[in-house]
């Protein structure tokens, strides 16, 4: 059986798809992950990595790229950062991995609700290697990523949707939560 690299060295395609069963247990099981507290859309994980969620509006000239409607007028990208710098690709074990975004999209669902004018999201998984930063997004983290907010957009109503996403390329996804009414 072909080995390929992980987090933990070279484990077989059997070994990855355990553990990403594993995972998806885990965040079927979402509610009984507890978040870390946050405030002013900042938290400190266990590791002591400072994280800080911004949201900042799409321009209207990236929405034939996102292929969202140009009538969405409060569009946001949502990243992260840690401790500073923008990148998600540090290394974590999947159970901090899903504590993190656990936190992320529970920030989410309170900025959506604090705001009130929000009318989409944007999401992006980081890859991990930094040479592919801006050429490839990570598809494991990605669904990851997708499971989690998905579990938690159920909080914000059933007029938001999800829509995947490409952009220039099937190496650069992501996807797009939509306000189905505006």
């Known amino acids: 059986m072909s080995k390929i690299d992980s987090d933990k060295g070279k484990i077989t395609l059997l070994e990855m798809r355990t553990q ?7 965040v079927g099981d979402l509610e009984n992950v507890e978040a870390y507290p946050y405030e002013n859309n900042s938290f400190t994980t266990d590791e002591n990595w400072k994280l800080k969620v911004d949201f900042d509006i799409i321009p209207f000239a990236q929405f034939e790229q996102l292929n969202l409607p140009t009538k969405r007028r409060n569009t946001y990208n949502v990243s992260y950062d840690v401790n500073g710098e923008q990148s ?11 504590r993190i975004l656990k936190t992320v999209s529970d920030i989410v669902v309170d900025f959506v609700k604090d705001k009130g004018t929000v009318e989409a ?8 290697d930094p040479q592919k930063l801006i050429t490839h997004t990570d598809p494991q983290k ?32 992501g996807f797009v939560l939509i306000k189905t009414k505006i």
């Open 20 to 26: 990403y069963l594993h995972i998806l247990k885990e």
């Open 88 to 98: 998600q690709y540090k290394k974590t074990t999947y159970k901090q991995l899903i």
């Open 121 to 128: 999201l944007g999401f992006l998984a980081a890859n991990k």
């Open 142 to 173: 990605s669904a990851i990523y997708k499971a989690i907010i998905v579990k938690s957009i159920s909080k914000l109503g059933p007029e938001w949707k999800l829509r995947e996403i490409e952009i220039g390329g099937p190496e650069f996804k």
